[in-house]
């Protein structure tokens, strides 16, 4: 079973809204990424969580708050957000063992769209 | 330099040919190469990795790994309109855990 789970499919939030998106995977991996992909575009980093430990963050704008309350679970709360920020939302998991190659899957993502 | 390259396309074949898709990296370093389908509207679909130098083979998809030239390749056998999608090469860059994209080839089988 490879399968990554992200509610909801859709957002459609003004810019003074605050939402979250939620990523869940019951695979045992230990490593959560989001992702953002515009149209035609390939998918970009933003966040890597390791243990449930920020362990990257691609200079994110602070209107964009990740949060991994546990090992299955993945945030991304939502704040203050700007028109071009509609894009495809995407976390992925991956097992993340120790001096080994990982693999990283993805879920259906989440489509924002910013009024 | 881009990290990944690819040709973006589209690449055009015809349905029952071979379809064959590169991808060139920067960063020497790199051990693990993914290729990763995604059609449009959804999420990508790992299709195959490859670690170490040569081929590696599943099903109708080969994926070849050159890491001295630092060049990755999926050749797809036996092409169906099914395998039109964009093919998103990926590479492990820097270290640890971080999936550099190239920007994706746009592959298109024609009846």
């Known amino acids: 079973d490879t399968e990554v789970t992200q509610t909801p499919k859709h957002l459609v939030m003004g810019m003074t809204n605050k939402k979250s998106l939620k990523c869940e995977q019951h695979?045992?991996?230990?490593?959560m990424y989001w992702y953002k992909q515009k149209a035609k575009k390939p998918p970009e980093l933003m966040f890597v969580y390791s243990y449930e430990k920020l362990s990257i963050n691609e200079s994110v704008p602070s209107r964009f708050s990740p949060e991994c309350p546990n090992s299955s679970l993945l945030n991304l709360h939502l704040h203050a957000l700007q028109p071009e920020d509609s894009a495809l939302y995407l976390c992925?998991?991956?097992?993340?063992?120790?001096?080994?190659?990982?693999?990283?899957?993805f879920g259906p993502g989440t489509r924002l769209t910013v009024l | 330099q881009k990290e990944v390259e690819q040709n973006s396309g589209p690449l055009s074949v015809p349905e029952g040919a071979i379809a064959s898709l590169n991808c060139t990296y920067s960063?020497?370093?790199?051990?693990?190469f993914f290729w990763y389908r995604q059609y449009s509207g959804k999420s990508p679909e790992l299709i195959m990795f490859i670690y170490s130098n040569g081929d590696k083979e599943d099903g109708r998809f080969t994926a070849q790994l050159n890491k001295a030239s630092q060049y990755v390749s999926l050749l797809i056998r036996d092409s169906q309109p099914s395998d039109s999608a964009t093919y998103l090469c990926a590479v492990v860059t820097g270290g640890g855990n971080k999936l550099t994209f190239g920007t994706g080839t746009q592959l298109k089988v024609e009846l």
């Open positions: 695979m045992g991996h230990r490593a």
């Open positions: 960063d020497r370093g790199s051990q693990s």
């Open positions: 992925a998991s991956s097992q993340a063992p120790a001096g080994g190659t990982d693999t990283q899957y």
